[in-house]
């Protein structure tokens, strides 16, 4: 069973990972994600590098949002722009404490 710890809780995301398997579980919203450790840092990534002027649409409500496309061209995840700045900072400060955590575990003289 996996032992999991939280490694940010701000605003609306909760990002926490399994101390054994590795396995991030991203919670946003209404979003529920799980990654292997590979695609979470794959997911940061496209996160952090997704061009907003490009995929800032105007939406029925009068609102722009930024449109996230995943893999599956039938899902993208829609931010407006503080959710979007708000969401990377989730996933820079749960790699940042992730690292500290790891730092933490490691044997002394390593």
């Avoid at 590979?38 to 029925?60: H, M, Q, R, W, Y």
Wanted: a negative charge; charged letters at 25%.
């Amino acid at each position: 069973m996996c032992q999991t710890r939280v490694l940010i809780s701000s605003g609306k995301t909760v990002i926490s990972n399994c101390i054994g398997c590795r396995m991030y579980y991203v919670w946003h919203c209404n979003l529920a994600l799980n990654f292997p450790e590979a695609g979470f840092n794959s997911f940061k990534e496209i996160v952090d590098t997704v061009c907003v002027k490009k995929n800032l649409l105007p939406f029925p409500d009068g609102h722009d949002r930024i449109i996230l496309h995943t893999p599956n061209d039938d899902i993208s995840f829609v931010f407006d722009l503080e959710e979007l700045e708000d969401f990377k900072l989730a996933l820079a400060e749960a790699v940042y404490m992730n690292e500290v955590y790891m730092l933490m575990e490691r044997e002394p003289g390593q």
